[in-house]
């Protein structure tokens, strides 16, 4: 499968999106709602559940299936309390010792005037430094579009891991072409490009797992992500909690690091 055809599976209409992964891989999913400082964005999804006994905390991006849920979810796209209220359910993990599991699936944080009024590059950059530090497991799943910082927000985790055909990128491929030579009829050629897809991401380091597709039935795959999950969840909590956050900060100081 080519880079741009992975773009078109992971932004596919009929894929699965956060919810669903959250209600056939969690027993007793209990939602939380709003950022204490503005509202609740109902583009992010956050709350308590469990994971094979394990009490967790849950984030998602989620973009909704039909209109009305797209419209209700801006279609993924989290505004500033979004990103907010995940923080906010991150450090009460931290509190209680419970791991985080994100499911990140977004073409990228909200750009409207409202949002940037609210401090849209504030709020993002509050998340990935608290997460730096967070003293708890964390997991992020990549299930769709990983796209810019707005998916880099709940993707600041000890592992990430990527679906076969989900695609993680700073930009994407329409906004490359359309920036580096102002023809959107290069969006194929910025795909592969931007090296976002699983297998690419996998060789650069940048995703530790890549969770193998089954066509359209995914309920070999949510079986598998529930045992892998919980699994390395607690694998991950013997772990000192300051020596987590340590790992994981090193774990980000190696991107990008070329050897002679």
């Given at each position: 499968m080519s880079a741009i055809e992975s773009v078109r599976a992971a932004r596919a209409s009929g894929r699965p999106t956060g919810l669903d992964f959250i209600r056939n891989i969690f027993e007793d999913f209990f939602e939380l709602h709003g950022d204490r400082r503005f509202g609740d964005d109902r583009a992010v999804v956050a709350g308590v559940a469990?994971?094979?006994?394990?009490?967790?905390?849950?984030?998602?991006?989620?973009k909704g299936h039909t209109t009305k849920e797209k419209l209700e979810r801006n279609f993924g796209s989290a505004h500033p309390e979004g990103y907010r209220k995940a923080l906010r359910q991150m450090k009460l993990a931290e509190k209680f010792r419970r791991p985080v599991v994100c499911f990140v699936d977004t073409a990228g944080a909200y750009c409207g005037i409202g949002a940037e009024e609210r401090g849209q590059g504030q709020a993002i950059a509050e998340i990935l430094m608290e997460c730096m530090g967070l003293e708890t497991p964390v997991i992020s799943v990549l299930i769709g579009e990983g796209g810019s910082g707005g998916a880099l927000a709940l993707a600041v985790a000890d592992e990430v891991w990527m679906l076969q055909n989900a695609v993680y990128s700073v930009i994407s491929p329409e906004g490359c072409a359309s920036i580096l030579w102002k023809d959107a009829s290069r969006t194929a050629e910025a795909a592969e490009c931007l090296k976002l897809t699983a297998g690419d991401l996998l060789a650069l380091g940048v995703v530790e797992r890549v969770l193998p597709e089954t066509g359209e039935d995914f309920a070999p795959l949510y079986a598998r992500l529930k045992r892998d999950l919980a699994e390395t969840l607690r694998s991950l909590g013997a772990t000192d909690a300051r020596a987590l956050a340590a790992l994981r900060y090193e774990r980000f100081r190696k991107f990008g690091v070329v050897k002679a």
């Amino acid at each position: 499968m080519s880079a741009i055809e992975s773009v078109r599976a992971a932004r596919a209409s009929g894929r699965p999106t956060g919810l669903d992964f959250i209600r056939n891989i969690f027993e007793d999913f209990f939602e939380l709602h709003g950022d204490r400082r503005f509202g609740d964005d109902r583009a992010v999804v956050a709350g308590v559940a469990r994971l094979d006994g394990l009490p967790v905390t849950v984030i998602a991006l989620e973009k909704g299936h039909t209109t009305k849920e797209k419209l209700e979810r801006n279609f993924g796209s989290a505004h500033p309390e979004g990103y907010r209220k995940a923080l906010r359910q991150m450090k009460l993990a931290e509190k209680f010792r419970r791991p985080v599991v994100c499911f990140v699936d977004t073409a990228g944080a909200y750009c409207g005037i409202g949002a940037e009024e609210r401090g849209q590059g504030q709020a993002i950059a509050e998340i990935l430094m608290e997460c730096m530090g967070l003293e708890t497991p964390v997991i992020s799943v990549l299930i769709g579009e990983g796209g810019s910082g707005g998916a880099l927000a709940l993707a600041v985790a000890d592992e990430v891991w990527m679906l076969q055909n989900a695609v993680y990128s700073v930009i994407s491929p329409e906004g490359c072409a359309s920036i580096l030579w102002k023809d959107a009829s290069r969006t194929a050629e910025a795909a592969e490009c931007l090296k976002l897809t699983a297998g690419d991401l996998l060789a650069l380091g940048v995703v530790e797992r890549v969770l193998p597709e089954t066509g359209e039935d995914f309920a070999p795959l949510y079986a598998r992500l529930k045992r892998d999950l919980a699994e390395t969840l607690r694998s991950l909590g013997a772990t000192d909690a300051r020596a987590l956050a340590a790992l994981r900060y090193e774990r980000f100081r190696k991107f990008g690091v070329v050897k002679a």
